[in-house]
C-alpha cells in the first residue's frame, strides 16, 4: 500500500511530501540508513526488471530508483528531526501522567484512612498486595472473630 500510495501522488507535490512524511512516521522506530535504502531499491528495481523484462525500460527504472532515493531520504529526515521532539513528548508525558497518578493515590488515602485503604474488618486485606478479600500473603482467607482478630 505505501508504494501504491506514493506512486499515486507522484504528480501532486504536496500530496507526494504529506504522504512521504506520513510513511515517515509510521517508519520511525525502523533504523533507516542510507545503505539499507540502497538494498531496498535495489531490490526493488531489480524485481521489476526480471518480471517486466523489456517493459521495464531505463526511464522507468531510472525514475523508480530516484523515487525510493527520495522516499529514504524524507524517512531518515522525519527520524533525525522529529524523533527528538517525540522523546520530549513521550517523557512529558510520561512526568503528567505520573503525577496525575500520585494525585488519585494521595486522594484514594484521604478519602480512605484506613491502614492498607480496606477500613472494614469485614473485608480483611492481602497485605503482600494490599488487595481486598485475601487476607494473608499466602492468599489464604483468615477466619475473624467477631471482634475482627484473626483466630
Same mark, same amino acid.
Given at each position: 500500500?505505501?508504494?501504491?500510495? &506514493?506512486?499515486? #501522488?507522484?504528480? *501532486? =507535490? %504536496?500530496?507526494?511530501?504529506?504522504? #512521504?512524511?506520513?510513511? +515517515?512516521?509510521?517508519?520511525?522506530?525502523? /533504523?533507516?540508513?542510507?545503505?539499507? &535504502?540502497? #538494498?531496498?531499491?535495489?531490490? &526493488? $528495481?531489480?524485481?521489476?526488471?526480471? /518480471?517486466? +523484462?523489456?517493459?521495464?525500460?531505463?526511464?522507468?527504472?531510472?525514475?523508480?530508483?530516484?523515487?525510493?532515493?527520495? #522516499?529514504?531520504?524524507?524517512? &531518515?529526515?522525519?527520524?533525525?528531526?522529529? $524523533?527528538?521532539?517525540?522523546?520530549?513528548?513521550?517523557?512529558?508525558?510520561?512526568? $503528567?501522567?505520573?503525577? %496525575?497518578?500520585?494525585? /488519585?493515590?494521595?486522594? %484514594?488515602?484521604?478519602? *480512605? =484512612? @484506613?491502614? +492498607?485503604?480496606?477500613?472494614?474488618?469485614?473485608?480483611?486485606?492481602?497485605?503482600? *498486595?494490599?488487595?481486598? @478479600?485475601? +487476607?494473608?500473603?499466602?492468599? %489464604? =482467607?483468615?477466619?475473624?472473630?467477631?471482634?475482627?482478630?484473626?483466630?
Amino acid at each position: 500500500a505505501g508504494l501504491n500510495n &506514493i506512486i499515486n #501522488v507522484l504528480g *501532486d =507535490p %504536496k500530496s507526494l511530501k504529506t504522504t #512521504v512524511e506520513t510513511l +515517515g512516521f509510521q517508519h520511525m522506530d525502523l /533504523e533507516v540508513t542510507v545503505p539499507r &535504502i540502497c #538494498v531496498f531499491r535495489d531490490a &526493488i $528495481a531489480d524485481l521489476l526488471a526480471l /518480471e517486466l +523484462g523489456p517493459q521495464f525500460s531505463d526511464a522507468a527504472n531510472n525514475g523508480l530508483r530516484t523515487m525510493l532515493n527520495y #522516499v529514504g531520504g524524507s524517512y &531518515i529526515f522525519v527520524r533525525v528531526n522529529y $524523533a527528538g521532539r517525540f522523546k520530549i513528548l513521550g517523557t512529558s508525558w510520561a512526568t $503528567a501522567n505520573n503525577r %496525575k497518578q500520585e494525585e /488519585e493515590e494521595a486522594h %484514594k488515602e484521604m478519602a *480512605d =484512612p @484506613g491502614e +492498607g485503604g480496606s477500613g472494614s474488618l469485614n473485608e480483611p486485606t492481602n497485605e503482600a *498486595d494490599g488487595k481486598k @478479600g485475601g +487476607g494473608s500473603p499466602t492468599n %489464604k =482467607p483468615n477466619s475473624l472473630d467477631k471482634s475482627g482478630v484473626e483466630k
